[in-house]
């Protein structure tokens, strides 16, 4: 069980690109499956799709089509990088946890390297936002 609620830490904090990775609109039911209205949500805990971060990332900071064609790269890249670090079994718990950390920090940097300083700030509170979600998450589970 603690390995599982681990695992469940580690996905929301790499899905702290997005505000919106464990949240969904007016108290729906946030265990769906993806559905067809190509929102991308998923099971809690688990990643929702680049499509819909990208999606909510362009909404909350009005990204420019430039803007949102680095954005979604460095998000496929990077769910691509965090599916292969998650599959690992190699690794052990600690290991994952610091490598999920360098993506997430990694994609970070890359992404607020193309929005303006106003972009930035929101993107900044978005972030702020996420983790203390996931933080509060992670105590009602304890």
């Known amino acids: ?20 990775a464990v949240q969904t609109p007016s108290g729906q039911d ?4 993806s559905d067809d209205t190509g929102q991308g949500h998923t099971k809690r805990g688990h990643m929702p799709n680049a499509e819909a971060q990208l999606k909510h990332i362009t909404e909350a900071l009005n ?4 803007q949102q ?9 990077t769910h691509k990088q965090a599916n292969a670090v998650m599959n690992d079994k190699s690794l052990s718990q600690e ?3 610091a490598k999920l950390t360098d993506l997430h920090n990694a994609a970070h940097a890359k992404m ?31």
């Open 1 to 20: 069980m603690k390995n599982l609620r681990a695992i469940l830490f580690l996905c929301s904090f790499v899905l702290a690109l997005s505000a919106f």
């Open 30 to 33: 946030q265990d769906k499956q």
């Open 63 to 66: 990204l420019t089509d430039d």
């Open 69 to 77: 064609s680095k954005v979604k790269s460095i998000l496929e890249d």
């Open 95 to 97: 290991d994952r946890h």
């Open 112 to 142: 607020r390297d193309i929005l303006t300083d106003e972009q930035k700030k929101k993107f900044d509170d978005m972030q702020k936002r996420m983790q203390d979600h996931a933080h509060s998450e992670e105590n009602k589970s304890k």
